[in-house]
């Protein structure tokens, strides 16, 4: 992803864990764990990149993002979402354009046309699922240039 002039990138390192929401613009960068949600600040153009290590335990409601790693919870992207080879989610991703590597899995729902007003607003905590049924796996089979 490239960084338009003067935005700012931050960084949750490897071997670093964040607990709480993370509200952010420009760039953010996970090699490490965030327990939380992650929104953009005041519905800027940001970009979430997720490295192959790094993993996040919440919602995530940005308008681009990559994933390399885990991600456990809903995601929720209003532009652009790149699941890489080694990415995992573990629920529903909801999107406009998708791209999905070769062992890229998403163990939930793929929702075409995220509602751009649920993707600009923070969403309550999650709710604990009624359902007992076993959640729905897709994984990629074809690989982008």
């Known amino acids: 992803m490239g960084l338009a002039s003067g935005a ?3 960084l949750i390192a490897k ?16 090699e490490g764990t965030l327990k939380g949600n992650v929104y953009v600040k005041d519905g800027a ?48 991703v909801h999107y406009k354009l998708i791209e999905m590597v070769k062992g890229a899995q998403v163990n939930g ?18 709710a604990a699922k009624a359902s007992t049924a076993a959640p729905e796996k897709a994984q990629a089979n074809t690989e982008t240039a």
């Open 109 to 126: 729902k793929l929702v075409y046309g995220a509602d751009e007003v649920k993707a600009s607003q923070p969403a309550a905590a999650p």
């Open 8 to 10: 700012s990138t931050t």
């Open 45 to 92: 153009d940001a970009h979430l990149d997720i490295a192959e290590n790094g993993r996040v335990e919440g919602q995530i409601t940005v308008p681009t993002v990559r994933i390399n790693g885990r991600v456990i919870g809903d995601i929720y992207t209003t532009k652009h979402i790149e699941l890489a080879a080694k990415a995992e989610v573990d629920g529903n």
């Open 15 to 30: 071997n670093t864990e964040v607990v709480g929401d993370i509200h952010f613009s420009g760039t953010l960068h996970i």
